[in-house]
C-alpha cells in the first residue's frame, strides 16, 4: 500500500478537522482556512527588522529608525491575533505538539520567499529561544524548539538546540510592565563555551513561537553578537501587533 492509500485510510479511520474553524480537513488547517490567514491577500507590508506593519513602501518602522535593536531581520508567518493565536496557545498550554510542524511549515513559505528575494537572507544555523529549567519542567518541552525541529529540516538549515543557553530564570514578558522589561532579560542569555565556535562569523537564525516586544529577541541577538555572529534574524510564527 502506498502512502497515499495510508493517509486515505487513516483519514476514514481517524477524521480530523481544522484546528481552526473545525471543518473536516486532510490537515492540520483547511485550504479555506490557509488560504484567509496565511495566504496573499492576509500579507501586510511589515518592517523587515521587527516585522511591524509599515505603509507600504517604507524601508523601516519609527521604532527601529529611532533605536534599531541588535537582530538585522525578522520574519513571521502572521499576526499574533484572533483566531490563529489558539494555535500558539494550544501548542505551548495545551500539549498539542503537532501544532509544531504547522507552524514550522507556514514560516518556512515566508523564510524561503524572503531568501529568494534578499541573497544571504537565509541563516546557516538554527536555534530557539532556549527555556530556564524550571519553566521546561513544568510544560515539559519548549515549543520554540518543537517549530525549530521541521523548520530546520524544511530549510535544509542546521539546527543547534543548545547554542545559546539561558542563564538565569525570568518572568514571562508578557506579565511584565512594557518599562521593566529590558531588566527582565538584560544578562539571561550566555553563549557556552562548546558552541563559540559555531557562532563566530555565522548567520544565525532565532526561532520562536511569538515575538511581543522584541525584547527577548533583541537580548540573544545582542549576545550572539558580543560573541561574534555576524548577522541575526528571527524566525518566529506571529508577531503580536502593536498597541
Request: proline content about 7%; aromatic content about 4%.
Amino acid at each position: 500500500m502506498n502512502g497515499k492509500l495510508i493517509r486515505r485510510a487513516l483519514h476514514l479511520l481517524l477524521p480530523t478537522s481544522c484546528a481552526l474553524c473545525g471543518a473536516g480537513s486532510d490537515d492540520t488547517l483547511c485550504a479555506a482556512c490557509v488560504d484567509q490567514f496565511f495566504g496573499p491577500t492576509a500579507a501586510v507590508p511589515r518592517c523587515p527588522c521587527c516585522a511591524n506593519p509599515v505603509v507600504a513602501g517604507a524601508t523601516l518602522c519609527g521604532h527601529c529608525i529611532a533605536a534599531r535593536p541588535a537582530f538585522d531581520r525578522t520574519v513571521v508567518a502572521c499576526d499574533y491575533a484572533l483566531p490563529v493565536d489558539q494555535l500558539v496557545l494550544q501548542l505551548k498550554f495545551g500539549h498539542r505538539l503537532a501544532l509544531a510542524a504547522l507552524m514550522a511549515r507556514r514560516l518556512a513559505v515566508v523564510t524561503a520567499a524572503a531568501a529568494a528575494e534578499s541573497p544571504g537572507a537565509l541563516p546557516d544555523l538554527l536555534c530557539p529561544v532556549p527555556l530556564g529549567p524550571r519553566r521546561l519542567a513544568q510544560r515539559g518541552y519548549n515549543q520554540a524548539l518543537e517549530i525549530a525541529r521541521p523548520l530546520a529540516r524544511s530549510l535544509g538549515v542546521a539546527l543547534q538546540a543548545r547554542l545559546v543557553a539561558r542563564t538565569r530564570e525570568t518572568a514571562a514578558q508578557s506579565s511584565v510592565a512594557p518599562e521593566d522589561r529590558r531588566a527582565n532579560i538584560a544578562g539571561a542569555f550566555a553563549v557556552p563555551a562548546p558552541a563559540l565556535a559555531l557562532v563566530r562569523g555565522r548567520h544565525i537564525g532565532v526561532v520562536d513561537d511569538v515575538m511581543t516586544s522584541g525584547g527577548t529577541l533583541d537580548e540573544m541577538a545582542a549576545t550572539l553578537k558580543r560573541h561574534g555572529a555576524a548577522r541575526v534574524s528571527n524566525l518566529v510564527f506571529a508577531r503580536t501587533p502593536p498597541h
